[in-house]
């Protein structure tokens, strides 16, 4: 049985994160052997990487940024998603390579040339079967992180510009633009119930 890779992106407070652990609650009472993972911290390793980076007050260069997360993905695809995908199982990452395009190339500023190489190193060619980015305005994130800062502590990531925001945000837009048949565009202003049967659908589809 052959397994299936799904990713969910979109920018910080998007809902994405939500709605992902919706859909494997769903999906595992309908019988599913579902993995549910993470990037940066899929792994052991990832997690430390994680804390180094978002948790850490120390500066960070946008080159090292970019790195980390190489390695973090270098080592989450051969170790978990891989071999997960080989015994059948779906695995469902919250955020994967689109992201390093997004906030790396679109935020940073990065070469698009050397974001490819760099991702193409770290996965090895491997590519999700469906990735849903759930899109919301640059204001409406801005106010849904302020509500989470309130409940829990921020991240490095945080702290970016509504500027930074905008150009991760076309970033991602112009990945559904140049890939439609694996990356969906879901429009994340709308009830949490709604995007629900929206995601259900899509997911549907492809394990049918």
């Known amino acids: 049985m052959k397994g299936r890779f799904?990713?969910?992106e979109g920018i910080d407070g998007s809902g994405k994160t939500t709605q992902l652990r919706s859909l494997e609650?769903?999906?595992?009472?309908?019988?599913?052997?579902?993995?549910?993972?993470?990037?940066?911290?899929?792994?052991?390793?990832?997690r430390r990487l994680r804390a180094a980076f978002l948790e850490s007050d120390a500066t960070v260069s946008p080159l090292a940024e970019l790195l980390l997360f190489a390695a973090d993905r270098a080592q989450h695809v051969e170790h978990l998603i891989r071999p997960s995908l080989a015994e059948g199982k779906i695995v469902i990452s919250d955020r994967y390579a689109d992201a390093t395009e997004a906030y790396q190339g679109g935020g940073r500023g990065f070469d698009a040339d050397l974001i490819a190489e760099v991702i193409e190193l770290a996965t090895g060619g491997l590519k999700p079967d469906l990735t849903l980015f759930f899109d919301i305005p640059v204001e409406t994130a801005?106010?849904?992180?302020?509500?989470r800062h309130a409940a829990s502590r921020a991240n490095r990531m945080d702290g970016e510009t509504a500027e930074f925001y905008s150009?991760?945000?076309?970033?991602y837009l112009a990945i559904a633009d140049r890939e439609p048949e694996r990356f969906r565009v879901v429009d994340g202003t709308r009830g949490v119930a709604e995007i629900e049967e929206d995601v259900r659908q899509v997911v549907g589809k492809l394990l049918n």
């Open 25 to 46: 609650a769903f999906l595992r009472a309908s019988g599913h052997d579902v993995v549910i993972t993470c990037e940066p911290g899929g792994t052991p390793l990832g």
């Open 6 to 8: 799904i990713t969910f």
């Open 167 to 171: 150009s991760v945000r076309r970033a």
């Open 142 to 147: 801005f106010k849904r992180m302020a509500n």
